[in-house]
């Protein structure tokens, strides 16, 4: 039965559907089992366009494009690819967020690979099932901070599977080459525990000592199957994500997002701020909320500018305070630091500050920055407090979702009188204040990982280095021209992400065999080998 030539139309890597010309469908023997009418890519492409604008909630698109996904892979992403602005928060944040907590209630179909803590010691022999003959990447996730929503267990899945429709569309990955997957170690969720309709372990998460092993057993297991894969770690808890990346980062093709990649995007969006505000990094004094895994990536990024200047490590780290759910930071406070939290905890404060407010008020900074994930925490009195002393103040709300964000455009816009430098992790409309119009920039990790990833594929890199993710950052910054940055564009559009990944791959590949880290003998034309390497979406497959 499932050799039947008919069964092509089953396959999503294989079929085009109406797309079949009659030659095929003879060949095939698909004649009587599709419509008439032969269709182009872009008649289908148009048709799933209207399709998906007819839905009434994004939950509702969400899960047409992942079905269309399933159906037929060409289709799907020819239809993002040349819609990308619009689908990017379907099919990633803040949708995306939304179709994990959801997860069991709306599964339709497998995508991926679930590694639990019952497969110990089986884990190699479970990859022999992945159908495809390559895995070029992987983006792993154990679903214990999903976004700013917390332990979502194996729902966090659409995680790892959103990213990589990302890395194939704005880099050119090939779709049968990219490999999600689920390491679960359980959920302390109790909701999810209790719900009948959860697809994971249904028991808390497993302790360190076996946590470890496990995580281990994967990545020793994926790059025995897969010796030149790079793995992606994303949305993985702070009581982990450090210590994987510091163990991992030296011995495998392996980056965090949330730690590297959103420090590198973020390095971007300020080195154009610092051009927008033209005031030196030395004069800058930052203020971030919160001190996870993007705080801390974000400030070692920034710290990269102060070493530009000629600024001591020391002597930067008096340029940031940081603040958690207990107050700023210090040494002196009285409570156990984590180890990335003492490189920037103050020395000079023998007095405690334990509000936003009290610190703005004390620091009087330049810029303010949100990785927090508590919707709201930039209230006006911050704001207002902080844009008495500055001329133009540096606002960056980036927790994700939309509604874990710190303040919105609107509010930043219209408490600092349209003087801020705005950036936000999710998207905002433009916002009409005082009869301007302000396009806020979003501090999305999707100018940096595609290109950076495809970089460190293309040239087989031994490591993902901290220079490379700095050469991305600055190349991001180089699409936006002086005369822009001084209107307060700190980012590129979205829409020149294919362009943006390109130079990004081309120069970090350059990076990467200026640093001897690039395995593969470096071609005549570094451009003309990134290009083609990547994936273009039509029914002609000379061109995959």
């Avoid at 949330?258 to 030395?282: C, E, H, M, W, Y």
Wanted: charged share 25%; hydrophobic share 35%; glycine share 8%.
């Amino acid at each position: 039965m499932q050799s039947k030539p008919s069964f092509i139309l089953r396959n999503p890597s294989a079929n085009k559907g109406t797309g079949f010309n009659n030659e095929e469908r003879e060949k095939l023997g698909l004649k009587g089992l599709l419509p008439p009418k032969v269709e182009s890519l872009q008649e289908q492409s148009d048709r799933a366009l209207s399709q998906f604008t007819s839905f009434n909630t994004n939950l509702e698109r969400y899960i047409f494009l992942n079905c269309l996904r399933d159906r037929n892979e060409t289709l799907f992403y020819y239809l993002l690819s040349n819609n990308l602005e619009l689908m990017m928060p379907i099919i990633y944040t803040p949708t995306v967020g939304e179709a994990c907590q959801k997860f069991g209630n709306e599964f339709r179909f497998a995508q991926g690979m679930y590694f639990a803590s019952q497969d110990k010691g089986n884990i190699r022999a479970m990859m022999d099932n992945w159908p495809a003959d390559g895995v070029d990447i992987i983006v792993v996730s154990d679903g214990s901070r999903i976004l700013g929503l917390g332990d979502l267990g194996t729902n966090g899945m659409g995680i790892p599977v959103g990213k990589l429709q990302l890395y194939v569309a704005g880099a050119g990955f090939h779709p049968t080459r990219t490999l999600p997957v689920i390491i679960d170690s359980g959920t302390n969720t109790k909701k999810y525990l209790e719900d009948k309709y959860y697809l994971g372990e249904r028991h808390p998460r497993i302790p360190d000592a076996e946590y470890y092993p496990l995580v281990d057993e994967f990545l020793a297991a994926a790059y025995n199957k897969w010796p030149k894969v790079i793995v992606q770690f994303e949305d993985i808890s702070n009581d982990h994500c450090f210590n994987l990346l510091d163990e991992y980062r030296n011995k495998y093709l392996c980056f965090n997002d949330d730690i590297q990649g959103t420090g590198s995007v973020i390095l971007s969006g300020f080195i154009n701020a610092v051009r927008a505000v033209q005031k030196p990094i030395q004069e800058h004094r930052m203020v971030f909320l919160g001190a996870g895994s993007a705080g801390i990536g974000v400030a070692d990024c920034i710290m990269s500018l102060f070493d530009e200047a000629g600024v001591s490590k020391e002597q930067a780290r008096k340029s940031f305070w940081f603040v958690d759910s207990k107050g700023l930071i210090t040494t002196t406070r009285g409570d156990e630091l984590t180890s990335q939290k003492k490189q920037y905890a103050r020395e000079d404060y023998t007095y405690q500050l334990k509000s936003l407010l009290e610190v703005v008020r004390d620091v009087k900074p330049t810029a303010i920055i949100g990785l927090s994930g508590i919707g709201g925490s930039f209230s006006q009195e911050v704001i207002e407090e902080m844009a008495k002393h500055v001329e133009k103040p540096i606002v960056f709300a980036l927790s994700n979702p939309t509604t874990n964000a710190e303040c919105t455009a609107e509010q930043a816009y219209q408490w600092t009188d349209g003087r801020c430098i705005f950036a936000s992790g999710s998207p905002f409309k433009p916002v009409e204040y005082k009869g301007k119009t302000f396009v806020p920039g979003q501090g999305n990790n999707m100018y940096i990982f595609p290109g950076l990833g495809l970089a460190a594929s293309v040239c087989e890199a031994k490591h993902v280095t901290d220079a490379m993710i700095i050469t991305a950052a600055k190349t991001l910054a180089s699409f936006v021209e002086d005369s822009e940055v001084l209107t307060g564009k700190i980012y590129p559009g979205l829409q020149h992400i294919r362009e943006i990944s390109t130079r990004i791959a081309i120069k970090v590949i350059e990076k990467a065999y200026e640093e001897g880290m690039a395995q593969l003998p470096r071609p005549d034309s570094i451009e003309a080998l990134v290009k083609s390497r990547q994936y273009v979406p039509t029914y002609d497959n000379s061109k995959n």
